[in-house]
């Protein structure tokens, strides 16, 4: 079987060595003619913890990882604008 790739944003980082991809597909509806948004997420392996939230990524379909990851991160296709560190120039800015 061959394998499949999609292009989402990173909207999760939180868990060690995963990310959650939201892929976003916009089809013409059959009856109506209108153009129709569906998003779903998708757990990714992110083997070096790399990837941040607002990050372009493309993800590959692999074996089974776990219980819910069959997916893993291959290439970044666009940085966030604005976050370089995160929340940690934030935070050490006010204080």
């Given at each position: 079987?061959?394998k499949k790739t999609?292009?989402?944003?990173?909207?999760?980082?939180?868990?060690?060595?995963?990310?959650?991809v939201k892929v976003?597909?916009?089809?013409?509806?059959?009856?109506?003619?209108?153009?129709?948004?569906?998003?779903?997420?998708?757990?990714?392996?992110?083997?070096?913890?790399?990837?941040?939230?607002?990050?372009?990524?493309?993800?590959?379909?692999?074996?089974?990882?776990?219980?819910?990851?069959?997916?893993?991160?291959?290439?970044?296709?666009?940085?966030?604008?604005?976050?370089?560190?995160?929340?940690?120039?934030?935070?050490?800015?006010?204080?």
């Open positions: 079987m061959a999609l292009v989402g944003v990173v909207v999760s980082d939180k868990a060690e060595k995963t990310v959650s976003e597909r916009r089809f013409m509806h059959p009856l109506y003619g209108k153009v129709v948004t569906r998003t779903k997420k998708y757990a990714a392996h992110d083997e070096s913890n790399e990837f941040r939230i607002g990050d372009r990524v493309e993800i590959l379909s692999v074996r089974p990882v776990s219980k819910t990851k069959a997916w893993k991160v291959t290439r970044l296709i666009e940085r966030a604008r604005g976050v370089e560190g995160g929340l940690a120039e934030v935070a050490g800015g006010e204080a």
